[in-house]
C-alpha cells in the first residue's frame, strides 16, 4: 500500500517562503517520478513540478519558474517543495503525486494535501 | 498551456452508461498516447482510474474504460453505481515548457 503524507502547508503573507514536505513511508519512493498537483475551487488541478525518479530532471509550470523549487531525499523517502515569493494566486491545496509510468505521464498515488494560504 | 476542456456535468441513472470527454489540441491529447483520467470524491484526493488512455491500474473496476479519437478523449463508467458520483478530471502530457495538463472537471451525478 503506497501512502503518502504531506505536510507544510499553512498561512504566509505575500512575499514571503513557505516549505512543503512529503512523506513516503514503507515503498520503494527511489522508483517513483514524483510529483506536485494544487487544487483551487476556482482553476480545478493544476500540475505544478515533476522531479525524476534520480532526481536529474525537473520541470515547472510557467507560473512557478524561478520562484518553486522541487527537490528529493531518495534516502529518507521525501520530497520537498520550497516556495518562495508566495503569492495570492499561489493559494490552494498541495498534493504530492507518485508515478512509474513512461516520463511519469500519469499521477498514480495521491496523499491526502495540505492546505497554502497566501494572505496578508 | 490551456487546461483541457469537459463538460460542466454529467448525469444518468442507475445501471446506465455515461460518457465524458476531454478534448484538446494535437499539443497534447491528440499528439500524445498518455490521457489519464482521475476520480475525486468530496474532500478526498484524486484517484487515478486510467493511465495511457485505455490502461486499468489493479483494483479499479472494469466499468471504467478509456479510449481516444484525435484531439477528444472519452472516459465511460458503464452500469452506473450510486458510488460512481464524484468529479471526475482528464489529464494529458503536452512535451511542452507545461509539461502536464488537467482538464476542467465534469461532476458526475447519479439520479
Known amino acids: 500500500q503506497v501512502r503518502l503524507v504531506e505536510s507544510g502547508g499553512g498561512v504566509v503573507q505575500p512575499g514571503k517562503s513557505l516549505r512543503l514536505s512529503c512523506a513516503a513511508p514503507g515503498f520503494t519512493f527511489s522508483n517513483y517520478g514524483m510529483h506536485w498537483v494544487r487544487q483551487t475551487p476556482g482553476r480545478g488541478l493544476e500540475w505544478v513540478a515533476v522531479i525524476w525518479s534520480d532526481g536529474r530532471n525537473k520541470y515547472y509550470t510557467d507560473s512557478v519558474k524561478g520562484r518553486f523549487t522541487i527537490s528529493r531525499d531518495n534516502s529518507k523517502n521525501t520530497l520537498f517543495l520550497q516556495m518562495n515569493g508566495l503569492r495570492d494566486e499561489d493559494t490552494a491545496i498541495y498534493y504530492c503525486?507518485?508515478?512509474?509510468?513512461?516520463?511519469?505521464?500519469?499521477?498514480?498515488?495521491w496523499g491526502q494535501g495540505t492546505l497554502v494560504t497566501v494572505s496578508s | 498551456q490551456s487546461a483541457l476542456t469537459q463538460p460542466a456535468s454529467v448525469s444518468g441513472s442507475p445501471g446506465q452508461s455515461i460518457t465524458i470527454s476531454c478534448t484538446g489540441t494535437s499539443s497534447d491529447v491528440g499528439g500524445y498516447n498518455f490521457v489519464s483520467w482521475y476520480q475525486q470524491r468530496p474532500g478526498k484526493a484524486p484517484k487515478l482510474m486510467i493511465y495511457?488512455?485505455?490502461n486499468r491500474p489493479s483494483g479499479v473496476s472494469n466499468r471504467f474504460s478509456g479510449s481516444k479519437s484525435g484531439n477528444t478523449a472519452s472516459l465511460t463508467i458503464s452500469g452506473l453505481q450510486a458510488e460512481d458520483e464524484a468529479d471526475y478530471y482528464c489529464?494529458?502530457?503536452?512535451?511542452?515548457?507545461?509539461?502536464?495538463?488537467f482538464g476542467t472537471g465534469t461532476k458526475v451525478t447519479v439520479l
Open positions: 503525486a507518485g508515478s512509474t509510468t513512461t516520463w511519469y505521464t500519469s499521477f498514480d498515488y
Open positions: 489529464s494529458s502530457y503536452t512535451g511542452g515548457s507545461i509539461v502536464y495538463v
Open positions: 495511457a488512455v485505455s
